[in-house]
């Protein structure tokens, strides 16, 4: 029997989102997360991607969990059937991507396919698995990755164009105050986590 | 062991991949879209690295960047010649391409052969010890020692000596040029790979000041300039400048500077020999040798000799039947 009681999904979409974000709490993703932040209309593009590609993820590799490697014993195969799905998935996204927005394709650039080895995509599928969610708890959970993944990366990136004005020490400019950033950024999230 | 433990994972694996194979090869057709064929044939001429070193995010984009015509087609300096020449050949036109060029440390004056004026203890980084009163190196053109081109070199071809002093391996340099834009004393240039004589020095105070600090700067005699064959050799801001188009490394002006301050290994120099079977006596080789190297008048045997020869390769140019080689002296 399906639990779908609001308010477990609830908290399970606002643990994703904010109390264990991605990125900032679990540290995944990381790649795209410096990579594609310097605008926040790429970083925003970037978050669909993901969020795209995570949803899917999520139910394929639900589906071929419990229907494939659950019957048949083969839960050992876990890694390499996820990465499978999650590669094809991407390599659907940049096709549709490329037909639909050529300008979002051009700024997203090599970080689309990177997405492949988007370790956030990855940890989500298996964590899913590990805490043993239903297909719905699995849909919510994911939306919430993606949503705290889209989250971080559009605030990083908003903070980002304005330190590109801001008067940063010299040693510090570019990418060191951009890590300094997401550290501070990341303790700031630490305060949601007595929420859930 | 059961045969299902193989089987499985097998056709589960296969089976997924040929299912997401399949739905991937359908929606690249319906979502296919219509890319400028050039651009795809420059790009598959290009190394497929990925690298940037053109300044461009991926082959691709420079792919694209060459089909505008915004990059010119030897943009890719991995690549080098063989990818230029590929490229043009797509665009229709004619790579202007010289050789591969290698960075090369434009000073020999390690600190056994320079001055120092003062035991820097600072950071140990040419950028640091540069801002301090130009660095310990009595001269202020000279190559510091303290790495700051190594640890900028992508390809660890860099290595700095016992004499403290950079070295460039030239067999691993990939000409990305980060060593040339990071060195503060600027002091690393861009040497064609073949070149063999080269002028290390970069000071340009007169004479008596450089002798005083270095033993083997550039003193502004002017000696290489005279002594040059092919007029190869310019001299401004009390330093001589090497045209590498018109050098033909015949290793002359090594052999002159008083100072040592031009680097090239005399035992390198090649020497001209004559395939007599070739020959046809024409006698042209012999007009053309700048120091009469080749003896034997028109339709006498010819001969080069060996301890006059530069090496310089005009005769073999002029050759009308191809009937000198350059070869390496033992």
């Not at chain 2, 030897?74 to 063989?82: A, E, L, N, Q």
């Not at chain 2, 790495?147 to 000409?175: F, G």
């Not at chain 2, 395939?275 to 080789?285: A, D, H, R, S, V």
């Amino acid at each position: 029997m399906l639990d779908l009681s609001v308010s477990s999904l609830f908290a399970i979409l606002v643990s994703a989102i904010l109390v264990n974000n991605f990125v900032l709490s679990r540290f995944l993703g990381i790649c795209p997360f410096l990579g594609v932040s310097k605008q926040v209309e790429t970083a925003f593009g970037m978050g669909m991607a993901v969020t795209f590609v995570m949803s899917l993820a999520s139910i394929i590799t639900f589906v071929v969990q419990n229907y494939i490697l659950n019957p048949l014993g083969l839960q050992y195969m876990q890694t390499i059937m996820f990465i499978l799905v999650i590669a094809s998935l991407v390599q659907l996204v940049e096709m549709v991507i490329q037909k639909t927005s050529p300008a979002l394709y051009q700024s997203l650039g090599v970080f689309l396919p990177l997405i492949t080895t988007n370790c956030a995509v990855l940890g989500l599928t298996i964590l899913n698995i590990q805490e043993n969610y239903n297909i719905v708890e699995t849909i919510v959970h994911a939306i919430g990755a993606a949503v705290g993944f889209s989250l971080a990366i559009v605030l990083f990136a908003a903070i980002r164009e304005k330190l590109e004005i801001a008067n940063v020490p010299e040693p510090f400019k570019g990418f060191p105050i951009a890590l300094l950033t997401a550290g501070l950024m990341s303790l700031a999230f630490l305060g949601f986590s007595g929420l859930v | 062991m059961n045969i299902s433990d193989i089987i499985y994972p097998v056709v589960s694996l296969g089976g997924l991949g040929l299912i997401f194979g399949g739905g991937l090869a359908f929606a690249s057709q319906k979502f296919s879209v219509k890319l400028d064929p050039l651009v795809q044939e420059v790009n598959d001429a290009l190394p497929g690295l990925n690298c940037g070193a053109c300044g461009y995010p991926g082959c691709s984009s420079f792919a694209k960047a060459v089909v505008e015509e915004v990059a010119s087609v030897d943009g890719c300096p991995v690549g080098g010649k063989s990818t230029a020449e590929a490229v043009a050949d797509v665009m229709g036109v004619e790579a202007n391409v010289g050789e591969r060029q290698v960075a090369k440390v434009i000073c020999n004056a390690d600190n056994k052969k320079a001055k120092e004026d003062f035991d820097y203890q600072g950071i140990i980084d040419c950028k640091a010890a540069s801002k301090f009163n130009g660095g310990s190196k009595s001269c202020n053109f000279g190559c510091l020692g303290l790495a700051t081109c190594v640890r900028e070199c992508p390809v660890d071809a860099i290595h700095i000596t016992d004499n403290r002093i950079a070295k460039v391996d030239p067999d691993l340099c990939i000409s990305c040029e980060k060593c040339v834009k990071v060195c503060p004393k600027d002091v690393i240039d861009m040497v064609p790979e073949s070149q063999e004589v080269v002028i290390t020095c970069k000071n340009e105070e007169k004479g008596k000041v450089v002798r005083q600090k270095c033993d083997v700067g550039c003193i502004g005699c002017q000696i290489c300039v005279k002594a040059c064959p092919f007029d190869a050799i310019d001299f401004e801001n009390n330093l001589a400048f090497i045209d590498y188009d018109k050098c033909t490394n015949c290793h002359v002006c090594v052999e002159k500077c008083p100072t040592q301050a031009i680097e090239g290994d005399i035992n390198k120099r090649k020497k001209a020999e004559i395939i007599q079977n070739k020959c046809i006596k024409c006698n042209i080789c012999a007009k053309a040798c700048p120091v009469d190297a080749i003896e034997g008048e028109v339709k006498e045997k010819h001969l080069v000799l060996e301890d006059k020869c530069i090496g310089c390769s005009i005769c073999a140019e002029k050759c009308p039947k191809d009937a000198i080689e350059m070869k390496k002296r033992k």
